[in-house]
């Protein structure tokens, strides 16, 4: 089992920034890939960005190209969000998720992961 543990979230104005954090513990040895979802009310969960976990490679949704950037830091285990020039749209509760193994849908897929954080709000005033 792999727990996941998000922490960063707020309120911030639109235009400002926050950064998540997503702390990996348990089995994480295997971890193949770590990601960020987001969902907000009334919408379904989708995709944010993501990377591999050895070769860093990095895959993010269109709306967030330029403003997000996902990044690891090896030895903490711990997978981080930087997002600039934040945007009303971006307020959602985010996600953190992990996948064990490479699946066929890809990394920016709910279906390839395994392991979900308890999710952090985000909010963006216009």
């Known amino acids: 089992q792999v727990q996941l543990v998000e922490s960063g979230g707020g309120l911030v104005q639109a235009g400002g920034s926050l950064r998540l954090s997503c702390a990996a513990s348990g089995r994480t040895f295997s971890t193949y890939a770590m990601g960020w979802f987001r969902q907000a009310p009334g919408k379904v969960r989708e995709f944010v960005a993501a990377l591999t976990w050895s070769g860093g490679s990095t895959n993010y949704q269109d709306s967030v190209k330029g403003r997000f950037t996902i990044s690891r830091d090896y030895g903490k285990i711990t997978v981080y969000l930087q997002m600039n020039s934040l945007k009303p749209e971006d307020t959602a509760v985010y996600y953190c998720?992990?996948?064990?193994?490479?699946?066929?849908?890809?990394?920016?897929?709910?279906?390839?992961?395994?392991?979900w954080g308890q999710g952090t709000q985000v909010t963006v005033s216009s």
């Open positions: 998720a992990a996948a064990r193994a490479r699946h066929v849908t890809g990394i920016g897929d709910r279906r390839a992961y395994d392991y």
